[in-house]
């Protein structure tokens, strides 16, 4: 329901009388009636509540700032706090059949979209018909995020990158009718708001809709207005469900009436409720097909409609948000209603922001320079900056090197109890998270600032004042501002534009281009979109899973799909999936690997296998349907045969095995430590096993024994394991951690390790520790800001990496002995294979090798040393023989010498510039060349004292010079290296130096 904004002052209320501060009491009471024709009507209550309304004189509010004053009636008008508002709408159509569903994570269980942006995308697999209806309407207060707008956040009344949407949901069974009157009858009875200030919009085709607000509801046709596709036919993106829409507006100036009015008139109007028609699929190519399921989908935004009945002049001076604004000016130690409209504008930045970073951190999102990571550091970042534009600077503790985000996110966190209660349990996390981000980008926003500032003076000057050469920052000073000194590109934009400079964003484009090559990039986007799939769903029931309590099964194949496209027969060679009715494979989830293994059919009189099918892979689909991929070994398969699954048994134990330790090991973290880190995700291989964790610095040697001992501990414990199905709720009552990522029914399969672990999984476990045998930490590192990752072996992949290791180490041995006989380091292969059966009767013991090697790596440094010294000596014996080839330049007599040194390495190089330099004395000026290695070029220049006087320097000499060779350098005045990759240049490079010194010298005479 967010849309661009059409004006950014300040709104004025419902008049511009000054605000006197006083509440009238108005109580108002009705009944609510059922809707004929409606599927939901038995569950309408034959009385509803009454409910008590308290509103301020319409005729004195007016847009005044919000006061202690104000922020005390709305406190005392409960019935409009953000907290009651909430409740009442799930209240309302909890009472009409509507199932109050939980708010989803703002990281959604959708590929297409980065963040939850919408209420309806925890529904987008129903409303698309690849998941079947749990209830058959619901209703929620989803937490959404939105950064599309961010430039319009502070400036505008109602933009936020965190909001709650309100919402109503039908899948198939109410429609317009019953959508259309019970949003005028939340609107008007239970909110209280006047009719006759509401005015509607509806597709400008939307016929239907039309004559249901005017004949059913009652709004006179003024106040309809018909609008465009922009403006009112919803999407959910480029592919989805789509269909017109229909919305409510408040109007704040109704005594304007209705000439030429204008609904994206911010002014007078806003909108505050969404009623989407979901009655289209939109396809790839644009076009529009028919839902066979016809669904509503409705938002109201919760901040909208908070302004409206609490009467302040904008969404941030809710009770939602204001209290962080007023944390904010406590630490700026300003005054809200004092301060001008940009302070302001700054003040509700933080408010916004503020709720973002913190419900995002809680929701496992760290900040990074990627993805949703790289959201949360934009955004932290905004904050840091904004709030050092407001003068606020320390902890609020007497710290002025303190941090000041944790200060606000406490109170975010003290309004989250009825957004998010979990928010709470993380508050640890999320606290240290902001600290340690605004900590270190403080490091680097000073010196950062300063470049900046510099910039913006270099364009400012080039630009010289005329009209026509508009000031603006290079696309390569940008990203460095980006990769050096953390400055998100939006923020240098920002500030740039304060100045009147704009910013090279191609340019920008091109340096982040340039380094994403470097990388990888590990994101694909998957389409989900109705076609083939919709109609196997349809046509295919889920398939019951067998393989907790059995490693083989009979079945019957409901389904064949080669290349995506359903097939009735399949022939030997044929790479399939292949959709059962029951069976005993885990389909990937959780981190699990799908199992492996084999389909049969034996042949009916020597029982002979007819029909192998070999199985590499079971994902799940369309809900909860198992897709087993693989190929037929033998034979051929058909739609409707009986066939005989089995499991790889071995392979399954391994999966099991690595399960089980990754929930010990998330346990021992957890004890070893702080039991606020969390999962940010994991991977339970037959090889191995992969845990992502939430922590902000490596861990140490001690740490990682003592989480081993831990593990291996419980392993020997020898304690068997409790698997049980639950209600949610009653789950994480009992304290059963979530798994990340997962989404979750009513009913959760949880599994326990008395005393040690309490999970929510459905994975496949062993029964007792014991069969795990032994768990080994094999790499700990870092793979994003504040998330590290241990990659670990238990069970046969533990005996099998022990084992390598051991032989590893016995070889080990037996060349350091070698190394020792022979009294050197250097051994090549061939004389390892030629001594190995010698060397094994003089190993150098296990507990001798740290020992050994230390000495090796001492001997290898001093003699890298030795052949850098001498590497040296040569370059400056060449050098005295080149001395002897410089020429004298200008009346000065200023000695040069520009040479090429062959494959002098850059050090040598240094050694070199240096003696000559020395040795011509002053004036001199020497540039040496050389390729040290393939595809490498090193230059350097050395100038005396009296050649700087000239004018010329160093560091920007060779600059110019080593372009030519695909490079670049610098350095001081007097002595700078440079580098390049084109060898062939070189003696190009030198020619330009030659001439340029010889021109420069010559006019400084």
Not at 156 to 170: A, I, K, Q, V, W
Not at 858 to 878: F, G, H, P, Q, Y
Request: aromatic fraction near 8%; glycine fraction near 8%.
């Amino acid at each position: 329901m967010e849309r661009l904004s059409h004006a950014s002052r300040a709104l004025p209320l419902l008049s511009a009388a000054p605000f006197r501060h006083r509440c009238i009491p108005i109580r108002a009471s009705f009944t609510l009636r059922p809707l004929h024709g409606c599927r939901c009507n038995k569950h309408i209550r034959n009385n509803a509540e009454k409910v008590k309304f308290r509103i301020r004189n319409s005729s004195s509010a007016s847009a005044e700032p919000t006061t202690k004053e104000t922020a005390e009636e709305t406190a005392e008008d409960s019935s409009v706090s953000g907290d009651a508002i909430r409740r009442r709408f799930l209240n309302f159509y909890a009472s009409r059949g509507h199932k109050i569903l939980p708010s989803s994570s703002l990281v959604p269980d959708d590929p297409t979209v980065l963040l939850t942006i919408a209420g309806m995308l925890q529904f987008k697999p129903i409303f698309l018909g690849k998941e079947p209806r749990r209830v058959p309407c619901a209703t929620t207060a989803q937490r959404c995020i939105r950064t599309n707008d961010i430039e319009n956040v502070g400036r505008t009344t109602r933009h936020h990158t965190f909001f709650e949407m309100l919402g109503n949901f039908s899948f198939g069974d109410y429609f317009k009718k019953e959508a259309i009157v019970w949003a005028w009858e939340l609107s008007t009875k239970e909110y209280g708001l006047p009719p006759e200030r509401l005015w509607i919009s509806v597709f400008e085709d939307d016929d239907e809709a039309f004559l249901l607000w005017h004949n059913e509801v009652g709004v006179p046709k003024e106040r309809i207005k018909r609008m465009g596709e922009d403006d009112n036919f919803w999407t959910s993106g480029i592919t989805g469900p789509c269909g017109p829409c229909s919305e409510i507006y408040f109007d704040f100036h109704s005594e304007r009436g209705y000439t030429d009015v204008d609904l994206g008139d911010d002014s007078r109007f806003i909108e505050f409720y969404n009623l989407v028609f979901m009655q289209y699929n939109k396809k790839d190519d644009g076009s529009l097909e028919p839902l066979k399921q016809k669904n509503i989908d409705t938002g109201m935004g919760l901040e909208r409609v908070a302004r409206i009945l609490q009467k302040v002049p904008n969404n941030y001076e809710t009770d939602l948000i204001f209290p962080i604004i007023e944390k904010a000016t406590d630490l700026a130690r300003i005054s809200y209603p004092e301060a001008d409209s940009v302070t302001k504008n700054n003040l509700k930045i933080i408010g916004d922001h503020m709720r973002a970073v913190v419900y995002l951190i809680s929701d496992g999102v760290i900040p990074s320079n990627i993805g949703r990571g790289y959201v949360v550091r934009r955004l932290i970042r905004r904050v840091v900056r904004t709030g050092r534009l407001l003068g606020i600077k320390g902890d609020d503790h007497g710290n002025p090197d303190g941090a000041f985000l944790p200060v606000l996110a406490e109170k975010v966190i003290e309004l989250s109890t009825n957004i998010d209660p979990d928010v709470k349990s993380r508050k640890t996390a999320i606290l240290e998270e902001l600290k340690r981000e605004e900590l270190r980008f403080v490091q680097t926003l000073e010196r950062g600032e300063k470049l900046l500032n510099q910039f913006l003076s270099d364009a400012l000057l080039k630009s010289g004042g005329n009209n026509g050469n508009k000031p603006c920052l290079s696309g390569k000073d940008v990203f460095l501002l980006y990769d050096t000194y953390g400055f998100p590109v939006e923020i240098t934009a920002e500030v740039a534009e304060e100045q009147g400079v704009t910013i090279d964003m191609e340019g920008f484009d091109i340096e982040m281009e340039n380094q994403r090559r470097q990388s990888q990039a590990a994101h694909s986007v998957v389409k989900l979109s109705i076609g083939n799939d919709v109609e196997i769903a349809r046509s295919i029931p889920d398939t019951e899973f067998l393989g907790y309590d059995s490693l083989s099964a009979s079945a019957t194949v409901k389904g064949i799909l080669v290349n995506g496209n359903p097939v009735t027969h399949v022939s030997e060679g044929t790479d399939v999936e292949i959709l059962l009715d029951r069976t005993p494979f885990y389909a990937e989830s959780g981190g699990q690997v799908g199992d492996n293994g084999f389909l049969y059919i034996l042949g009916d009189e020597d029982g002979r296998r007819k029909t192998v099918v070999e199985i590499k892979d079971v994902q799940k689909s369309l809900g909860n349907i198992f897709v087993h991929k693989g190929a037929i070994k033998e034979g051929s398969l058909e739609v409707g045969l009986d066939i005989d699954a089995a499991v790889d048994a071995k392979l399954r134990q391994r999966a099991k095995v690595h399960h089980t330790a990754t929930h010990l090991l998330q346990s021992a973290l957890k004890t070893v430590i702080g039991p606020e880190t969390s999962q940010a995700g994991s991977l339970v291989a037959f090889d191995r096993l992969r845990f992502d964790f939430n922590f902000h610095r490596p861990l140490s040697e001690h740490e990682i024994t003592e989480i081993e001992q831990l593990v291996n501990q419980w392993i020997s414990d020898a304690t068997q394991l409790e698997t049980k199905v639950m209600a949610l709720t009653d789950a994480k009552n009992a304290g059963a951690i979530a798994m990340f990522g997962e989404k979750y029914g009513e009913q959760v399969r949880v599994v326990e390790v008395p005393g040690v672990s309490m999970e929510l999984c459905g994975g496949t476990h062993v029964q007792n520790t014991s069969e795990i045998r032994g768990f080994k930490i094999i790499s700990e590192q870092g793979i994003a800001s504040g998330v590290r990752r241990i990659e670990a072996v238990a069970g046969e992949a533990f005996v099998e990496y022990v084992s390598a290791r051991d032989k590893h180490m016995r070889r080990l041995c037996s060349l350091l002995k070698v190394c020792n006989l022979y009294g050197s380091c250097f051994c090549d292969c061939s004389a390892i294979d030629v001594f190995f059966c010698l060397c094994s009767l003089f190993k150098v013991k296990a507990e001798d090798v740290n020992n050994r090697v230390e000495t090796i790596l001492e001997e290898l440094r001093m003699t890298r040393n030795e052949v850098s010294s001498l590497r040296s000596k040569i370059a400056v014996l060449k050098a005295s023989i080149i001395a002897s080839k410089s020429t004298a330049i200008g009346s000065n007599n200023v000695r040069v010498v520009v040479e090429n040194m062959d494959d002098t390495d850059a050090d040598a190089l240094k050694s070199a510039a240096e003696y000559l330099v020395d040795s011509l004395g002053d004036p001199a000026a020497v540039v040496l060349g050389s390729i040290p290695e393939d595809g490498k070029v090193s230059l350097v220049a050395a100038f005396s004292p009296q050649v700087i006087k000239m004018g010329i320097q160093a560091g920007k000499f060779i600059g110019g010079i080593a372009k030519l060779c695909g490079g670049g350098g610098g350095g001081k005045p007097n002595f700078a290296q440079a580098g390049g990759r084109k060898p062939e240049n070189l003696s190009d490079a030198l020619e330009k130096a030659r001439a340029e010194l010889a021109t420069a010298l010559s006019s400084n005479s």
